[in-house]
């Protein structure tokens, strides 16, 4: 009998979702059905492959949505995750199992309760972060309590960048994903963790300057700031009691202090918007935020405002940015600051066709064992193929895929709606994710935790 797997959304991180169910189409029996706003984007040779239906999908009209949806054995929603809620509703409706790649919203989490009552499992965060962390988190933190360990400290890492060899800028760095949510990193409230038993708070406009390095054996090192809520998962994993729980973002050495310019001048600010946006130059827009001189150019009066010299790095990275051109232009009508600096970034970071990005995840385990305090270090780096194939789609499609299958086979079937926490969920998915080279590397390294001797707090 064949089994329909319906995909709604295919944009950038689902090349290699989509090659994987087809690459499994006849051993499984499988009928991919794509549904898509713009079905004329995605690419041939999932369009046109025998087992595969690709169709116009607008997701606010209902009728089309629901005989989608009803006519599937299994949804994947690679939706914006405000959106989900539509299709989540039309899965209880017809008795659908349900995975996205997406923090689960208070609306998806409300449905709990229907879900379990018709046995249907809707797993979320199960792409790469929220996803491949959780489960390589709770692997280690598992083993640990199973040997009779104690979890005191965990830190979280995890940066989307670009592969050394595509690395030819001074930010080291290029968008593999939504350059939105880069540019609006940090945003809506101090970052929040615990650090030896002490709540600490970064403010927005500080979290930049407060950073974490990180070394990666072969890649060399890294630099983190502090996600907005270290603190969400804390009940999740079980770690109530650790002194230390800190989840951050990572990039190369350097891009924190670089990218707070852009922050002091106000550039990331998306809170108003400029009525004259539309055909602005770079030149303008870099000028809106400086004060008036009559004597005085928009680079000296930045430099003044900034304080940087003229042969200071920091300068050769504005100027790499183009931010001074005054024939350059922003298309974009009543924008905001944040889009504005996002066009501009994106005329310089986005990755050329034959470029490869490079994803990294780093994670610390603190614990006390038979009186002992012992500590474990694991990383994973994974490299991209070209810009279709990313390192990025890879990470995120290559869970939501085989959690999927998982599901339609009946090896995980626990209901409700959750994230991959469960041994009986992240098992046989991290085993086959070191198939497809994507495995963490970890070693010992000495406790780095509290001195009770120390005055440190």
Known sequence: MVRTILVIGAGKSTSYLLDYFLKKSQSEKLRLRIGDIHPENIPE?????????????????????????????????MLPASLHIKVAEDCIAYKKHLVTASYISKEI????????????VFMNEIGLDPGIDHMSAMEVIDRIRDAGGKMLLFESFTGGLVAPESDTNLWHYKFTWNPRNVVLAGQGGAAKFIQEGTY?????HKLFRRTEFLEVDGYGTFEAYANRDSLNYREAYGLQDALTL????????????AWQMFVLL???????????S????????????????????????????????????????????????????????????????????????????????????????????NGEKKQIDANMVVIGENRRFTAMSKTVGLPVAIATLNILNGKITTPGVQIPIRKEVYTPILSELKNHGINFKEFGVPYLGYNPDSVAG
């Not at 600490?200 to 927005?204: A, D, E, Q, T, V």
């Not at 800190?246 to 202090?257: A, H, I, L, N």
């Open 109 to 120: 989490k409300a449905l709990d309760e229907e879900t379990k009552k018709n046995g249907l």
């Open 266 to 276: 106000g550039m990331t600010d998306d809170s108003y918007t400029i009525e004259n």
């Open 45 to 77: 040779q999932f369009a046109k492959h025998p087992h595969c239906e690709v169709f116009s999908l607008d997701i606010f009209n209902d009728e089309e949505r629901k005989n989608a949806i009803s006519d599937a054995s299994i949804v994947v929603s």
């Open 246 to 257: 800190y989840r951050g973002t990572m990039r190369r050495v350097g891009f924190s202090k």
């Open 200 to 204: 600490k708070y970064i403010p927005y």
């Open 278 to 369: 539309e055909g602005m130059s770079y030149r303008e827009f870099v000028n809106l935020f400086l004060p008036y001189s009559p004597t005085d150019s928009v680079e000296l009066k930045l430099r003044h405002y900034l304080k940087i010299d003229q042969d200071d790095i920091m300068w050769g990275k504005l100027l790499e940015l183009n931010l001074f051109d005054h024939t350059k232009k922003i298309p974009l009508k009543n924008a905001s600051p944040a889009q504005m600096l996002q066009y501009i970034l994106e005329d310089s970071w986005t990755l050329k066709e034959d470029e490869k990005d490079m994803i990294v995840m780093y994670h610390k385990f603190g614990y006390e064992i």
